[in-house]
């Protein structure tokens, strides 16, 4: 187990309550005020912004960290604009040295430049203790000598080769002059440092030619290092030629979703884009062939077979290595410092040599002490010492800590150990008068950027831990192209925060949980695995069973597939799960290296808005980001051993994306998505709490895990559905110490590539010892009935608690299951096929026509009696008329009109008796008639049925014979073909 050391640090508390009398400078009068705290090194916090006020009140809280206080804190007071800038309202300036440790201080904040303006805060100062765990001792050095090389690739139209050669391991890089022509010769030596934890990574040797405005990669070449590294090997010349592959064949298969260099994200089109964008990529593989093999019968190439395969080389290289581990770095130190110095060239060293040697390594010791250091270490009492004397006396000198410069070549030594400045120094000495030229670590290979610049880019760059390599993440160009239109410009995040945005995300993430539930989804699957080389062989279940996509995405895998390391031993934190992963000491230096969300505080990320209850519990406490992408193993593990505490409910938010295109800018991602917390207590490590967030195109975060249970570290906690997300995991300050590679890459900016189950950091032995002896006192100093008594109160209330515990249980297993009912009902329905649904259309069309039918009978009946009332009364009016007009015809001729009025009265009593003949013609005869009629009907429609019968059993006799008489056409011709190419054979 690594040592672990103690470190003082201060943690400043500081609330923000309330401004009072804020001016605003804006022309409307309405001031939206926020305040910003900060000091020189620019660790700062911001407060929301409330709107319309000029008494605010805020209530927020945040934690500042520092090994050393600085004299002030600043506090600027702000009016938001939401077209133009910011308009700046007033500032004021607090005395730290005036405020004493562990005391809580109300101070009243005078702000300068706005007459009566106060700001509100409460302060407080206190001391805590950090772990960190020591540097390890560097296991030797590995001296890489690039010779020479020979190049088969031919030169470009306009110029010629300019070859230059990379040497990359982990953050070292090294970088060859440039050289004109096809057999280059450069004689370069550069130093690589091997630690324990870089013992089984990967020298990358690089082969690039130069141009003028990119230069090409024209091969790549890795070479393991544990194969060079022995006790046989010491101080070896070890020289060989190697073979550089094409670009082009170069591949990383032990990277998930990465070919050579980078990771896929995933595809989130349905089924039928899927298979489209399938089709394309094959047109597009086909031109890309039909290219290649024009290009390769124009070059020269030399193919030899590895494995089975033919692979292209492009080039040549001749190296030398040499391996020499510390503990002779040290001798030969000692011993070539000594030659320097050694004037009479007798192998000894005397008083006035030893003098000059001590003061060219900026020893504090005076003349004095000099005197009394050579009488200890001449035990001979020859006047002079032996090379080894020096070593053994001068081993632990203090003024090789504090050398910047090496005193004899001028280089610099900045950043490095005691054992490190030893072996440059010795080896710069030991390089003099050699024809080989140092090369330095000045080239900066990919990834490893400014941060202002690397903020900019759209590529993610990730240091892979087992490799040592550093990875690029791809991402494909419309996914890249959409998140840099919304996360990179100001109006584009402004544009993110409005309501139809949100709203957006919303539906995209309901939209894809439920088609990667349906059935149809498992051909995304093989795909899936295709396109970022999942291994098949460390899933739990074969790829039949899976019901959907979602299914696949919440895989199992093998226990032996994710070994954890020291499972029994609860001193070592693990990870939590195939992931990206940052580790900082501090929320105050995770703000300022990494997330840069205006509003991060823990008391936002945590949802307390009155009491920060657990803010101030993990105030300055250490924290661990964990990222998946889509295309890892989802499901999560407990990095300690303990118990659940308490689970919160579920917090409502966002879908915000989790990549570090959009933490690194100031959108507020953590505290604004939706996520859930949950508490751990543990021995070794304190209170620990895990928060877990999601993020865009995930469904839901499942816990597999209750409170009161206690686990082991490596045990199930939950999964999350469909998409990317990330877990946040805060530790109580200076309980954990986390590993040193992981800390430099992410002080760096960068993510460590990680699985589950390695180790993350370690505890302080110290503070368990403690506990268990305060324990054990407590245990002894319990004295009669008293003891007794407390255990008993113990019992019971432990019992209470298992009871409690035993119920919420219960109530907890119910939710769950009615839970699981709903979404088997929904799954069903979902899942129901075409033909249910068609045959359940048909039924519902049919009980509308019966009900259609009835309704217009009844209808029918209806109209029919209007029709015979509307007759009824038109015959009284015409009886009227024929009235009217009989008193005007008296005055006329008689005999004219006699013979009209018999006429029209013989009418009306045709037209009487029919109408009473029809009136008195019952309803059954009315039935019958109609009855007769649809037999009429229906025994037509069976006689045109069976017509059209017959004339298509006709149509298919008339096509099988013309058939037949076609194929004994065919067959004469070709028995006809045969006899001809006979004929022309004979001749």
Not at 177 to 201: D, L, Q
Not at 830 to 840: C, D, G, M, W
Request: hydrophobic share 30%.
């Amino acid at each position: 187990m690594t040592s672990t050391i103690i470190e003082n640090y201060f943690i400043v508390e500081v609330m923000v309550v309330n401004a009072t009398n804020l001016v605003t400078a804006d022309f409307v009068g309405i001031c939206d005020p926020y305040v910003i705290v900060f000091d020189k090194k620019h660790h700062s916090f911001r407060t929301s912004t409330k709107k319309k006020t000029s008494n605010p009140e805020f209530n927020e809280l945040f934690d500042l960290t520092y090994i050393t206080l600085p004299e002030f804190l600043n506090f600027r007071v702000y009016d938001h604009d939401k077209t133009l800038k910011d308009n700046f309202i007033g500032w004021a300036r607090l005395k730290l040295s005036a405020i004493k440790l562990d005391q809580t201080y109300r101070k009243d904040l005078i702000l300068r430049g706005v007459p009566n303006g106060m700001v509100h805060i409460h302060i407080k100062i206190k001391k805590a203790n950090r772990l960190a765990q020591l540097k390890p001792k560097p296991l030797g050095i590995l001296r890489v000598v690039i010779l020479d090389g020979k190049i088969f690739k031919k030169p470009d139209y306009l110029s010629k080769n300019d070859p230059y050669v990379t040497v990359i391991f982990g953050h070292q890089a090294y970088k060859t002059h440039i050289i004109k022509g096809n057999e280059p010769v450069w004689n370069v030596e550069s130093r690589i440092w091997v630690h324990e934890y870089t013992e089984f990574h990967r020298i990358q040797l690089g082969l690039w030619d130069a141009e003028l405005i990119n230069d090409k990669l024209i091969g790549n070449y890795y070479l393991n290092i544990n194969d060079r590294i022995g006790e046989n090997l010491v101080n070896k010349n070890q020289e060989f030629w190697i073979d550089i592959p094409a670009q082009h064949q170069v591949k990383d298969s032990h990277i998930t979703g990465a070919r050579h260099h980078g990771n896929f994200s995933i595809d989130l089109g349905s089924v039928e884009n899927l298979h489209e964008k399938m089709k394309r990529r094959k047109k597009e593989k086909k031109k890309v062939e039909k290219i290649q093999k024009k290009q390769k019968l124009k070059k020269k190439k030399v193919i030899e077979n590895i494995d089975g395969l033919e692979v292209e080389h492009i080039g040549k290289l001749r190296i030398r290595l040499v391996w020499t581990p510390i503990e002779e770095l040290e001798k030969m130190f000692w011993e070539t410092i000594c030659e320097y110095f050694d004037v009479n060239n007798n192998k000894m060293i005397d008083h006035e040599e030893l003098r000059r040697l001590l003061e060219v390594l900026d020893s504090s010791l005076t003349s004095e002490e000099i005197d009394e250091k050579f009488k200890e270490m001449d035990t001979d009492n020859k006047g002079a010492l032996t090379f080894e004397q020096i070593r053994l006396g001068l081993h632990n000198i203090s003024g090789i800590t504090t050398l910047k410069k090496d005193p004899i070549s001028g280089i610099t030594l900045k950043g490095m150990n005691e054992y490190e400045k030893l072996v440059t120094i010795a080896l710069n000495i030991d390089s003099t008068g050699s024809d080989i030229e140092l090369l330095m670590d000045s080239y900066i290979p990919a990834g490893i950027k400014d941060p202002k610049k690397r903020l900019k880019s759209t590529v993610i760059h990730v240091f892979d831990r087992k490799t040592g390599q550093i990875v690029e993440e791809l991402i494909p160009k419309y996914i890249r192209s959409a998140l840099r239109s919304m996360y990179r410009s100001k109006t584009s995040r402004k544009t993110i925060g409005t309501q139809m945005a949100k709203s957006w995300l919303k539906k995209i993430t309901d939209s894809q949980g439920r088609q990667k539930r349906l059935k149809k989804s498992k051909l995304l699957i093989k795909p899936f695995i295709k396109e970022h080389n999942i291994k098949i062989d460390e899933i739990l279940q074969p790829l039949e069973e899976f019901k959907s996509f979602n299914d696949f995405f919440i895989r199992k895998l093998k226990p032996e597939c994710r070994p954890i390391y020291e499972k029994e031993n609860p001193l070592v934190a693990v990870s939590p799960a195939d992931c990206r992963m940052c580790a900082f000491h501090s929320v105050a230096i995770s703000k300022e290296l990494w997330i840069k969300g205006k509003n991060f505080t823990l008391q936002k990320l945590f949802n307390e808005t009155k009491d920060p209850v657990l803010a101030k519990k993990y105030a300055g406490g250490s924290v661990l980001i964990a990222r998946l992408s889509p295309q890892d193993y989802h499901r999560l593990h407990f990095p300690v051993t303990g118990t659940v505490e308490k689970i919160h409910p579920v917090i409502p938010g966002e879908y915000y994306t989790v990549s570090p295109l959009a933490i690194n800018t100031d959108v507020d991602v953590y505290t604004e998505n939706k996520r859930q917390i949950v508490e751990l207590s543990t021995g070794e490590f304190g209170d620990v709490v895990c928060v877990w967030i999601g993020a865009t195109c995930v469904g839901g975060i499942v816990l597999e895990v209750e409170e009161g249970d206690s686990f082991t570290k490596g045990d199930p906690h939950g999964y999350f559905h469909f998409g990317g997300s990330t877990q946040l995991i805060i530790f109580q300050p200076g309980k954990i110490a986390f590993d040193n590679d992981l800390l430099h890459n992410s002080n760096n900016g960068m993510e460590t590539l990680m699985k589950m189950g390695i180790p993350v950091g370690v505890g302080n032995e110290k503070e368990v010892k403690k506990m268990k002896k305060d324990e054990e006192k407590e245990k002894e100093s319990g004295n009669g009935s008293e003891s007794e008594k407390e255990t008993e109160t113990e019992t019971e209330k432990k019992k209470e608690k298992i009871q409690k515990r035993e119920k919420e249980k219960k109530k907890n297993k119910k939710k769950k299951n009615l839970k699981k009912k709903k979404e088997k009902k929904n799954d069903e329905k979902e899942n129901e096929s075409e033909k249910e649904r068609t045959k359940k259309k048909k039924k519902k069309k049919e009980k509308e026509k019966e009900e259609t039918g009835k309704k217009g009978k009844e209808k029918e009946k209806k109209k029919s009696l209007k029709e015979r009332e509307k007759g009824k009364e038109r015959e009284k009016d015409k009886e009227k008329e024929t009235e009217k007009e009989k008193g005007n015809g008296k005055d006329q001729g008689k005999g004219k009109g006699k013979k009209k009025n018999k006429k029209k009265k013989n009418q009306k009593k045709k037209k009487e008796k029919k109408n009473v003949e029809k009136e008195n013609e019952s309803e059954k005869e009315r039935t019958k008639k109609k009855k007769k009629k649809n037999k009429e009907i229906e025994e037509i429609r069976k006689k045109v049925e069976e017509k059209g019968k017959k004339k298509s059993l006709k149509k298919n006799e008339k096509e099988k014979e013309q058939k037949k008489k076609k194929k004994i056409r065919f067959g004469w011709k070709k028995k006809n073909n045969k006899k001809k190419e006979k004929k022309a054979k004979e001749n």
